[in-house]
């Protein structure tokens, strides 16, 4: 029986020497353990670079200013080829950005070239796209007879009376040749039976005479 109790006490001494010193019997299960997060990769400093002037161009975008903010756009794209993220909104903004530019270039620009457009307009019965030219020369010369006279068709065919008699009585005082050619225009027809239009060819020439030619609104028919 000695022999049998030196024995467990010999395999107990033996099961503590290999157990390294300070060390404690794990009690929580692997399994329990969370598992270890990944690494985020740092953001390049490119990336906020790239996104202030994509904000520019937006802001530019904002104030219709399209062809600077396509250039904006377009400096993302060009500088900064490694933020792909990015690189899919700037290329919607910069499509509408080259459509708007595109428009505007073709719009009118010179006062000729919106009496031309206005006249077209008229003919083809855009009154509003007509009206919303002439306002653009009338601003910018007052004094355009040619506009006058095409604004008071423009409102005589959309049915606004005293609009159209207004801009009559304006373009007959600036060019008293208006008086005549508004007799016998087809195109102010709606305006016979008012009294302030026969009122407006019937006034008194003004003191002020200034002989540029009347421009007709209507093609030959």
Avoid: W
Avoid at 15 to 42: D, I, K, N
Avoid at 87 to 104: F, G, K, S, T
Avoid at 127 to 143: C, F, G, K, M, T
């Amino acid at each position: 029986m000695a022999k049998q109790r030196r024995s467990t006490k010999t395999s107990k001494r033996k099961a503590t020497a290999a157990r390294p010193a300070g060390s404690r019997a794990s009690t929580v299960p692997q399994a329990a353990l969370p598992p270890p997060r990944p690494s985020t990769p740092p953001r390049r400093s490119t990336y906020v670079e790239a996104v202030a002037v994509y904000e520019r161009g937006l802001e530019k975008l904002q104030r219709h200013d399209y062809t600077a903010a396509a250039e904006m756009f377009e400096s993302v794209l060009r500088q900064y080829p490694e933020e792909k993220e990015l690189h899919e909104r700037v290329r919607l903004y910069l499509n509408v950005c080259q459509r708007q530019a595109a428009r505007q270039a073709l719009a009118p620009q010179t006062l000729e070239e919106r009496l031309f457009a206005s006249t077209i307009a008229i003919n083809g019965g855009r009154y509003d796209e007509a009206i919303a030219q002439l306002h653009l020369v009338r601003d910018e010369d007052p004094d355009n007879d040619h506009a006058l006279y095409m604004l008071a068709v423009a409102h005589a065919q959309r049915g606004e009376h005293a609009e159209a008699v207004a801009h009559l009585e304006r373009a007959i005082a600036v060019n008293p040749e208006n008086r005549g050619l508004a007799r016998t225009d087809p195109d102010l027809e709606a305006l016979r039976g008012d009294d302030s239009f026969r009122a407006a060819l019937e006034a008194p020439p003004s003191s002020r005479f200034d002989r540029r030619r009347p421009l007709r609104t209507r093609t030959a028919r």
